[in-house]
């Protein structure tokens, strides 16, 4: 069974930058999906930033391009999410998420993960 401790949230300014981490136990994150979702108040969960577990396909968030990025630390079993040029709308609830044998065309769609994290609130706000 996996488990996923996800840490690194907090309050930053816009333009500021946060990194969230993602630790997994339960299988190596060499045979797992990784997909970060978020949770605006008064939203549905939406996928931000999604990884195959070869680490060969990504899919992006059109709202997150080029700001936020994706990483794996094989040696801790732990995946990031690099957040850069935050803005207020980033604001919500991280989740990180973990699942073996996606596909890719599936990456980033929350009902096909069964493991998740706890949860960590970022703000960004002045």
């Known amino acids: 069974q996996l488990q996923l401790v996800e840490s690194g949230g907090g309050l930053v300014q816009p333009g500021g930058s946060l990194r969230l981490s993602c630790a997994v136990s339960?299988?190596?994150?060499?045979?797992?999906?990784i997909g970060w979702f978020r949770q605006a108040p008064g939203k549905e969960r939406e996928g931000v930033l999604c990884?195959?577990?070869?680490?060969?396909?990504?899919i992006y968030a059109n709202s997150v391009k080029g700001r936020f990025t994706i990483s794996r630390d094989s040696a801790k079993n732990t995946a990031y999410l690099q957040m850069n040029s935050l803005e207020p709308e980033d604001t919500g609830v991280y989740y990180c998420?973990?699942?073996?044998?996606?596909?890719?065309?599936?990456?980033?769609?929350?009902?096909?993960?069964?493991?998740w994290g706890q949860g960590t609130q970022v703000t960004v706000s002045s």
């Open positions: 339960g299988l190596a994150l060499d045979y797992l999906a």
């Open positions: 998420a973990a699942e073996p044998n996606l596909l890719v065309i599936r990456l980033c769609v929350s009902d096909d993960y069964d493991s």
């Open positions: 990884i195959s577990s070869t680490g060969g396909s990504t």
